[in-house]
């Protein structure tokens, strides 16, 4: 049986991620648990497919990033999405460094957008456990297309959201067109609208120019979508 880790000391909102994963997937085991030191135990004699955290248990503010670090001790590989109330804008960029798959701000994210970036990673490690990924790169950007790695802009990590990457894989992968926003809502799971659409380019070009201030290379196209312009991007 599959396995996933919820690592939560709130008991309320431990439960609530709880079931909302077994609504999904209802042939998963759910383990919970509580404080660090209950934990690093279970990740050390468990195999985990997704363990989702908090950063903060109890009066350890940093829990979560020492049960990260003894999740990648493991050489396992797996998963981390981190929940937790600490500022995204502040910490997402950090937990992508200790090798998190994605970030979650509690209060700023609702039940369908925590269980399709908990599905979208379950997935994306399946494949990974199944298939050697190839990488699509070039001399600037570099993509993993089963997402296990972060993109990479001239040989630097570019710390985006599950959601993002694919959105940035579709642009790039059609770059040189007009990508609609139709086309771009096939893309994401929940927030099938064009607002929402243009807060996560708004993402992908904040991660960008974090490495890159010149960075200009999608292309607002009025009307229709956006564009990966090669003219730009290169």
Not at 23 to 49: C, H, S, T
């Amino acid at each position: 049986m599959t396995k996933v880790a919820v690592i939560e000391d709130d008991i309320p909102t431990s439960n609530q991620l709880r079931d909302w994963i077994l609504a999904a997937r209802p042939g998963l085991i759910v383990d919970q648990w509580f404080n660090r030191d209950d934990a690093e135990a279970a990740i050390a004699r468990e195999d985990y497919a997704l363990v989702t955290l908090d950063i903060e248990l109890g009066r350890e503010r940093h829990a979560g990033v020492a049960i990260i670090n003894a999740i990648n001790k493991t050489g396992r590989g797996t998963p981390v999405l981190v929940v937790s109330a600490m500022p995204a804008a502040i910490y997402r960029s950090i937990m992508k460094a200790l090798d998190a798959w994605d970030y979650l701000q509690k209060t700023a994210f609702e039940e369908a957008d925590f269980i399709e970036t908990f599905l979208e990673i379950l997935r994306a490690t399946r494949e990974r456990s199944s298939q050697k990924p190839a990488v699509t790169a070039d001399k600037e950007l570099a993509l993993d297309p089963l997402r296990q790695n972060t993109p990479l802009w001239r040989g630097q990590r570019v710390n985006l959201p599950l959601t993002a990457q694919r959105i940035l894989a579709t642009l790039y992968q059609r770059r040189g067109e007009v990508v609609s926003y139709d086309e771009l809502f096939a893309v994401v799971k929940s927030g099938r609208n064009r607002d929402n659409i243009r807060k996560h380019i708004g993402t992908i070009r904040e991660a960008f120019r974090e490495l890159d201030a010149n960075f200009d290379a999608i292309e607002n196209v009025p009307m229709r979508g956006f564009r990966w312009s090669e003219a730009n991007g290169r």
